[in-house]
């Protein structure tokens, strides 16, 4: 039930009035001590213009990023701002952009490349890996290449098969690249400004329902040299009896979980990754080892997913810490279908997570049973 | 005024993607009958920004009734009443620029002069490439190293460009230009070394060989795949251009590189941008074993250039002056306006495509061999050189054999010398090394020393 209010109002983009928020500021307000909220899309503009208010070189390039102020409006103003030569409207050709960007970045520039999906990221995908990705190995370090690909990334609403995929998994494999997955406004303008400084080529993937989601923000986050470190993921919510590790929009629905599942007594540890590429095994290794369950969540297809390589983690480093199996919950595994009842079940909402955890927690029969 | 209704309704359809609405449109213009003002909606756009050249938005409402032309988006053209394609097939080819004959006689008095000094190292270089393609090729074949590409044929396109280049100007390679990086100061050994992968090749053994890449040369580590350095060069030029420095970028395929969607996208996105970049094709008549009537049916590549709004030439990819005047006119053009130029270079692949190739499977060893001797680069230019007695028999005999020596000596040394250590398969992944792989190199040496026996020896640690 909360899911669906929560996708409703989400889509019609009015955070306010609404249960879910009502929820998530009780949850963050243990987090932070401020009045300051801030939506991920002023987060992300914000972020953007600050880096290249800071940095002459740093410049954006994408369709619609310039006179149509984003697909989005991520990129709202910014070409008023710093001109057509550092807000580069681009021919329909992601092939083409991303490797110009490429070739930017091998020579002295720090281009934000934006897809306006990564759906559309496939097209240039050989530049991603073997242009962007391989190049500083490949040349011994002759070439760097400081170039970020940013844009909404994972299932909106009600778009299809070919506009709802989530790439986390297959750019989180590739050596090479940095692999960052913000969800809160904190999130989204402290990671996107350490990757445009970052020396090495990122993927940024946001989300295009939380763009219109507000997050409260301290008066730290808002100055212009906040930073997030890449690489560490942030325990959104402590918990003593299952560790549930999640990335992006899911973040939102396992605090919504972890809420419920409190109120039946179980105490749910949230981990909000943050970051696919490195990695923070430790964090979630130590988590792990202090609540003895697993449930990861994500949005993307199931097979060799993120969730796989976190419980291949956990297995490795922590075995003998595992009280049960690690459940993995993700998007179901058929192309996103478009009608709204058929798409609900494509994609991993609040009950599916509770009853996973129960499931670890042998509060409940096993999957089978279950719908 | 209801003559010109039709003709409205033609223009709102336009003027409908500017927020217009209608209405607003005809009552300004139909209580106005005699002037031609500008309508309120016009004030309501969104600002536009005009970083080129770009027509009046509002020239289209200025024909005055004259129908022999129209502006449409995209400009002014004018209208035909005659049902009429444009030919598929040129009645001719485009003509190509060529400065020497065939045996090295000046034909042209349209060339940009060579000084003597120029002239002689262009020649060296162009024996020395070719001397170190046969000795290499070679090597391949005896098994001492697992790849080799020639450039055979085409020594006059690499030398002369690279000539023609300053050291300034950012070079982007397919695979077949190791010459441009000989012209430029990288040295025997250091191609060598590339081969054999060994502790001294600046890539640290990363890439199979013809792999090379040297930051300190401005020529940009080969990579396999083909045809992305089109997109990188643009991308790169766009970088000099805001830097404003006096230099271009070039970057160098083939014909088969022309098919894919990095050309098309590179190209256009050129022009668009205005970025100076100097885009060389070697149309060296094969990619592998398709010929160019499997890849194009278009006149060649010079004929693309048109199409995309881009300045273009064929020229002599065998004439060795005609290719340094071509590049040398196309570095001034690029520089001064800040956009791109095309050249097409015709030549033959007089080589397999690799080691990996035997062309004889798909071409006649008689074609081979008549462009090897009639058409010759090298010897075409020594031609030339003879005639302005710069060049001698004997000199061209103790370049042959001093080059020989230098390359064979190059090989034995880099042969000889070490492989990278074992550190060097984890660094460069990224800027820094990431603790995982610091986990994973402790993990390794620690099973090699468990393991010793079950390592190579010739693997430092």
């Excluded at chain 1, 997030?228 to 549930?244: C, M, N, S, Y």
């Excluded at chain 2, 098919?259 to 256009?268: R, V």
Aim: proline share 4%.
């Amino acid at each position: 039930m909360l899911g669906v209010i929560r996708r409703r109002v989400a889509c019609k983009g009015n955070p306010a009035l609404n249960l879910e928020q009502g929820i998530r500021v009780i949850a963050s307000r243990a987090f932070s001590s401020t009045a300051k909220e801030m939506t991920v899309r002023d987060a992300l503009n914000s972020a953007l213009d600050e880096e290249m208010s800071a940095d002459p070189k740093v410049f954006l390039m994408g369709e619609e990023v310039g006179e149509y102020q984003g697909a989005y409006k991520i990129t709202k103003g910014l070409l008023d701002k710093y001109g057509p030569e550092r807000v580069v409207d681009t021919p329909i050709t992601e092939a083409g952009f991303a490797g110009i960007g490429v070739g930017a970045a091998y020579y002295g520039l720090r281009p934000v490349i934006e897809f306006m999906t990564f759906n559309f990221s496939m097209q240039a995908i050989d530049h991603i890996i073997n242009s962007a990705a391989k190049s500083n190995y490949m040349s011994a370090g002759q070439i760097s290449v400081p170039i970020v690909f940013r844009g909404p990334n994972g299932a909106a609403a009600g778009v299809g098969a070919q506009h709802s995929q989530c790439y986390a998994a297959w750019f989180g494999a590739c050596p090479g690249l940095k692999v960052l997955v913000p969800y809160s406004a904190e999130d989204a303008r402290g990671l996107l400004k350490a990757a445009i400084r970052d020396p090495d080529p990122v993927v940024f993937l946001e989300n295009e329902l939380l763009y219109g989601e507000s997050f409260p923000v301290s008066a730290e986050v808002l100055d212009s040299s906040f930073c997030l470190p890449i690489g560490k993921a942030k325990i959104e919510r402590e918990g003593k009896d299952v560790t549930i590790t999640t990335f992006s929009k899911m973040v939102g629905y396992a605090l919504q979980a972890a809420e419920i599942l409190a109120n039946e007594g179980i105490s749910a540890e949230v981990i909000n990754l943050r970051s696919i590429r490195p990695l923070d095994r430790s964090t979630i290794n130590a988590s792990v080892r202090k609540t003895n369950r697993l449930v990861t969540v994500e949005e993307g297809f199931p097979q060799h997913g993120v969730g796989a390589e976190i419980c291949a983690s956990v297995v490795e480093e922590s075995f003998g810490y595992l009280d049960a199996p690690v459940e993995r919950i993700s998007g179901a595994d058929v192309p996103m279908p478009y009608a709204a009842n058929l798409e609900r079940l494509a994609v991993p909402q609040v009950d599916d997570i509770v009853r996973a955890v129960k499931r670890a927690c042998y509060r409940s029969s096993s999957l089978a049973a279950t719908a | 005024m209801a003559l010109y209704l039709p003709i409205l309704r033609r223009k709102i359809g336009y003027l409908a993607m500017m927020n217009s609405t209608l209405s607003n449109f005809k009552t300004s213009f139909l209580s106005d009958k005699n002037s031609i003002t500008t309508p309120d909606f016009c004030n309501s756009f969104s600002r536009r920004f005009h970083s080129s050249k770009a027509d009046n938005l509002f020239d289209f409402m200025h024909n005055g009734g004259d129908s022999k032309e129209l502006n449409f988006p995209g400009g002014i053209v004018k209208f035909t009443s005659q049902l009429k394609f444009l030919a598929d097939v040129p009645e001719e080819r485009v003509h190509c620029y060529r400065v020497l004959d065939d045996s090295g006689q000046l034909i042209s008095n349209d060339f940009v002069q060579v000084n003597k000094e120029t002239a002689v190292k262009m020649y060296k270089d162009m024996v020395m490439l070719q001397t170190m393609d046969t000795i290499f090729y070679e090597a391949q074949r005896q098994g001492r190293i697992s790849f080799y590409l020639t450039a055979n044929g085409e020594e006059a396109i690499n030398i002369a460009s690279a000539a023609a280049l300053s050291m300034d100007d950012l070079v982007f390679p397919q695979y077949r230009e190791a010459g441009v990086l000989l012209w430029r100061g990288f040295t025997l050994q250091e191609f060598a070394n590339q081969c054999f992968g060994n502790k001294e090749d600046n890539g640290k053994g990363r890439q199979m060989p013809i792999h090379y890449g040297s930051n300190k040369h401005n020529y940009f580590t080969v990579a396999s795949t083909v045809a992305t350095q089109i997109s990188h060069a643009v991308g790169a030029a766009y970088s000099l251009k805001m830097e404003g420095r006096d230099a271009c970028t070039i970057t160098y395929f083939g014909d088969g590189g022309t098919s894919t969607g990095d050309f098309h996208a590179a190209l256009n996105f050129a022009a668009v941008m205005e970025v100076p970049v100097i885009f060389f094709c070697r149309n060296n008549g094969w990619a592998i074993s398709t010929p160019v009537s499997d890849q194009f049916r278009s006149d060649g590549i010079v004929v693309r250039g048109k199409a995309y709004g881009i300045p273009s030439i064929r020229v002599d990819g065998n004439d060795a002056l005609a290719v340094f005047s071509a590049v040398c006119m196309a570095r001034t053009m690029a520089i001064r306006e800040g956009k791109p130029v095309l050249i097409e270079a015709l030549a033959y692949r007089a080589g397999h495509h690799s080691t990996s190739d035997d062309s004889s499977k798909y071409r006649p060893i008689e074609e081979i061999e008549w462009w090897k001797e009639a058409q010759n680069p090298v010897t075409r230019f020594r031609e030339w050189l003879q005639g302005e007695g710069l060049w001698t028999t004997q000199a061209e005999t103790e370049l042959r054999d001093s080059a020989r020596k230098e390359v064979l000596h190059a090989i034995q040394v880099a042969e000889k010398a070490e492989k990278p250590t074992v550190k060097e398969i984890f660094t460069d992944v990224y800027d820094v090394l990431p603790s995982n792989l610091r986990d994973q190199e402790k993990s390794l040496r620690e099973t090699i020393e468990r393991h010793s026996q079950d390592y190579p020896i010739d693997v430092p640690l």
